[in-house]
């Protein structure tokens, strides 16, 4: 079993419509990201959180230590929300730090 | 543009042959890491610089494989004798933050596409 597990792999959905995807983790983690992949490969950084709720522009990021599962929030989406989205843990171990990823969400967005 | 930088973007080559790959970080950034993703999968962590001192090293980087970063600023991965397996995207990705602590956002470069014939 994976460290990290995201739901849906796959999300089709209509312009407009409020979009979850799910994360869940099975290690002690000092930090989530969420990432965005488009498909010329780059990666942007999202969200970074280690508690509560952010907030930017569509975008909302939660996440539950105590239940170990992060959600992605995207409210009226846009063709241009089109990409893969990807979770990724921060493990603070031995003096360094890893993030672990998750396989990553592909979402299409249709006008 | 002051943000990670890789170079190439795309590398086609023979099975065999060797490699090397460019990362630039962004500049008052002291950690380095490496990653590499294959197709349909999340990126997998390779290796991480700390300044100019390679502090992990995960399994999946073979002999063949090799990470530096000689002046803790930019860093170079090769890949000796490539082999088809090795075809992926490199990721590059780098953050600030000194030894111990912890919430160090990482920036992540456009990645270098490799295809081994």
């Known amino acids: 079993k994976n460290e990290v597990e995201q739901s849906p792999q796959n999300l089709t959905a209509q312009e407009g419509e409020f979009i979850t995807i799910n994360c869940s983790y099975s290690v002690g983690i000092s930090a989530l990201h969420w990432l965005q992949q488009h498909p010329g490969g780059g990666i942007v950084s999202l969200f970074m959180?280690?508690?509560g709720k952010k907030k930017h522009g569509r975008l909302i990021a939660t996440i539950n230590i105590q239940e170990k599962h992060s959600s992605l929030h995207i409210t009226a989406s846009h063709p241009r929300d089109s990409a893969v989205y990807i979770c990724a843990v921060m493990r603070f171990q031995g003096g360094s730090e890893k993030l672990v990823f998750g396989k990553g969400t592909k979402l299409t967005v249709n006008p | 543009d002051t943000g990670v930088s890789q170079d190439p973007r795309h590398k086609i080559t023979k099975r065999g042959q060797n490699v090397t790959f460019r990362c630039d970080p962004i500049s008052e950034h002291n950690r380095l890491y490496w990653y590499r993703q294959t197709l349909g999968q999340g990126p997998e962590f390779l290796t991480y610089f700390q300044n100019e001192a390679q502090l992990e090293k995960s399994r999946l980087l073979s002999d063949r494989f090799s990470a530096e970063r000689p002046k803790g600023s930019f860093s170079t991965l090769e890949i000796q004798r490539t082999e088809q397996g090795d075809s992926a995207m490199y990721l590059c990705a780098s953050s600030s933050g000194t030894s111990g602590s912890i919430y160090n956002e990482q920036f992540f470069g456009p990645g270098t596409r490799l295809t081994v014939l």
């Open positions: 959180l280690s508690s």
